[in-house]
């Protein structure tokens, strides 16, 4: 006789149940598991990615975003061994159940966003819902038939259940009253041996469960936090990097620049800034994002190039719009910058295309070279990223002008928001003289660090 206390009623087994629970226990714990490595990984960006979910307030995606990775690998590791198995597949199936309605709205609601199921997830142009939703409900009725039919095979379960056995006198000893009761009492015996033992071990199991789960959640909370940035003033992770004098009109221009959409908007309105900028009609915050940076195939070419495109702005800003200017378009062979693949350009790139615009003195070139090959900006733009998300900022490009955001940005719907504010602003006080160059100790005149607090606009928030 085998006895499983703490359980409640299942379907009577048939036959093969118990292999076919076994194989549906370790799929569902192996697929956990694997799930959570990345997001242990890369807790800021699954963060970003349920926030790009829009369901949530900020604070419970922030317990989403930390807890779930940590939450999802105790599952997988409890699932493969067996133990406490009908609950455990009970807490994964609801888990399971509330990423397939969140990837669904999310789908019906036409997010730019992948599920980060099965990975980190992220912003994308295309997102493919059909085989992530698909597979997390073959997961979820493998969780469900777990629970069903929870006596598995190769599980501590199971182990501890084979322990249980209390091995029935023949029919000669039942008929005998004594014998009867000697094997009722070792049968009561094994029953409450076996009810504090389960009552322990799922006390045990839980408690461990929500600690580990919380430990976990606050280390990568921790390992999320961004650390201090020394920078040149041409540089700030609120403002990304300022163009110009305060003017009555200042536009913030968020850029990935592995975004086909944003590097061609950016290039469209080149002329524009050239004219506008020292005319004192316009102010420019260039923020570069780097949201794309799990489409590019662990290249993450997004990063580094807005870390090259801010090691120019080391050098002064003017240099700065005009490396952004190739990043957005062609180098001077006439190849275009922005990957089509998600291989992504080298270092060796990146220093080319600054020889190529030249007029760099020898100091400049090595400050350049260092801040490129080294990523020293890599955490300013992982900021600017952060800024972006909680913003509510997903595909670039994304254009605000003085705090009102461009329902559709395009060189003719900037150009018509520049004219409506410069109309009704102060007078222009056009600059004969370049933006003067940011120094290395972080000094820099006005025009390079002065800020504009655009009311409403997610740099001034």
């Not at 850029?255 to 800034?273: G, H, N, R, V, Y």
Request: proline share 6%; glycine share 8%.
């Amino acid at each position: 006789m085998s006895l499983k206390p703490l359980s409640f009623p299942s379907p009577a087994p048939f036959r093969g149940s118990g292999w076919i629970g076994t194989v549906a226990r370790l799929a569902v714990g192996v697929v956990l598991l694997i799930s959570s490595l990345p997001k242990l990984e890369g807790p800021r960006s699954f963060k970003q990615t349920v926030r790009a979910y829009d369901f949530s307030p900020e604070w419970l995606t922030k317990i989403i975003g930390y807890g779930l990775p940590v939450l999802l690998f105790v599952l997988g590791v409890v699932l493969i061994l067996g133990m406490l198995t009908r609950w455990v597949a009970l807490l994964a199936a609801i888990v399971l159940l509330v990423l397939s309605v969140a990837v669904i709205q999310a789908a019906a609601r036409g997010l730019h966003v992948s599920s980060g199921i099965f990975g980190v997830g992220g912003l994308t142009p295309s997102p493919s819902w059909a085989l992530p939703v698909l597979l997390t409900l073959v997961l979820l009725a493998a969780a469900v038939f777990v629970v069903l039919w929870p006596d598995t095979r190769l599980a501590v379960d199971d182990y501890l259940a084979r322990n249980d056995w209390v091995e029935q006198p023949s029919a000669k000893r039942l008929r005998d009253p004594q014998g009867r009761a000697k094997y009722e009492r070792e049968v009561a015996a094994k029953v409450r041996a076996a009810t504090v033992r389960n009552r322990f071990l799922g006390v045990g199991v839980a408690v461990l469960t929500v600690v580990v789960t919380l430990v976990g959640a606050t280390v990568l909370r921790s390992n999320a936090q961004f650390r201090d940035v020394t920078s040149v003033s041409a540089v700030s992770p609120l403002h990304g990097v300022t163009y110009g004098k305060d003017a009555a009109a200042t536009a913030e221009i968020y850029t990935d620049l592995f975004s086909p959409e944003a590097t061609t908007f950016a290039k469209s309105i080149k002329d524009l800034i050239a004219k506008d900028v020292p005319a004192n009609l316009l102010q420019v915050k260039f923020h570069l994002v780097a949201g794309l940076d799990h489409s590019t195939d662990g290249s993450g070419y997004s990063t580094r190039a807005a870390n090259a495109a801010l090691c120019a702005a080391d050098v002064s800003t003017d240099f700065f719009v005009k490396y952004h200017n190739v990043l957005v378009s062609t180098d001077k062979s006439g190849k275009l910058v922005r990957p089509t693949s998600q291989s992504g350009r080298g270092v060796a790139d990146f220093l080319r295309y600054a020889t190529e615009i030249g007029g760099l003195t020898d100091d400049q070139q090595t400050t350049f070279r260092d801040c490129v090959q080294s990523e020293t900006h890599k955490d300013v733009v992982a900021q600017l990223t952060e800024s972006a998300s909680k913003a509510g900022i997903g595909l670039t490009p994304v254009v605000y002008v003085n705090g009102t955001r461009l329902a559709s940005p395009s060189l003719e719907s900037l150009t018509a928001a520049i004219a409506a504010v410069d109309a009704k602003g102060p007078a222009p006080d056009p600059s004969p003289t370049p933006t003067p160059t940011a120094t290395a100790s972080g000094s820099a005149s006005a025009s390079t660090t002065a800020t504009v607090k655009a009311s409403g606009s997610p740099a001034a928030s």
